[in-house]
């Protein structure tokens, strides 16, 4: 499975929704900033463990739970 990141104006958000392509993501959040992916989980985690070290739980940590969980959105969290 692949996850994409999504910043919005308020929020960052891993999806594991299928998008054909960023303009996709756009039309479905009105906020939409940029997007990244889709990406492989370990990718993933390896971006966000580098560029945001302030996750909390860890980056490992919030994408296996995207993953595990019936939702498709999770709303990564910080320190």
Do not use: C
Request: aromatic letters at 12%; hydrophobic letters at 45%; charged letters at 15%.
């Amino acid at each position: 499975m692949e996850l994409h990141i999504i910043y919005t104006e308020t929020d960052m958000l891993l999806s594991k929704v299928h998008f054909n392509s960023w303009r996709e993501v756009q039309d479905q959040y009105p906020d939409y900033q940029a997007s990244l992916g889709p990406w492989a989980p370990e990718a993933v985690i390896d971006y966000l463990a580098f560029d945001y070290p302030n996750l909390a739980p860890s980056a490992a940590t919030q994408v296996a739970a995207v993953l595990a969980g019936e939702s498709p959105i999770h709303v990564l969290t910080f320190k």
